[in-house]
């Protein structure tokens, strides 16, 4: 049996890209609604993508992407 968080790590990214189907897609929720880390994760995660758009818009400096790339470390 996988690791229910590791799974839904691996469904964050198309979870956001909202391209799971309607099964995988209750089932991110499902773990969401009852894990506090990966919802805190999933919370970090979706911050980071509006910010990281809303800088793209923006023109961000090549310095601060990388800032924000370096971000991006394993929360656990
Ligand atoms: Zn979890």
Same mark, same amino acid.
């Given at each position: 049996?996988?690791d229910? =968080?590791a $799974?839904? !790590? !691996?469904m964050? /990214?198309? *979870?956001?890209d909202?391209?799971?189907t %309607?099964?995988?897609?209750?089932?991110? !929720?499902? $773990?969401?609604?009852?894990?506090?880390? =990966?919802?805190?994760? *999933?919370?970090f995660?979706?911050?980071l993508r509006? *910010?990281?758009?809303? #800088? #793209? %818009?923006e /023109?961000?400096p090549?310095?601060l992407?990388?800032?924000? #790339?370096?971000?991006?470390?394993?929360? %656990?």
């Amino acid at each position: 049996m996988k690791d229910p =968080c590791a $799974h839904c !790590e !691996e469904m964050m /990214q198309p *979870y956001m890209d909202h391209v799971l189907t %309607d099964a995988e897609l209750h089932e991110a !929720e499902a $773990h969401l609604a009852e894990c506090e880390g =990966c919802r805190r994760r *999933y919370k970090f995660e979706e911050s980071l993508r509006v *910010y990281v758009r809303k #800088a #793209a %818009d923006e /023109q961000m400096p090549a310095e601060l992407r990388q800032k924000l #790339a370096a971000l991006r470390i394993p929360l %656990d």
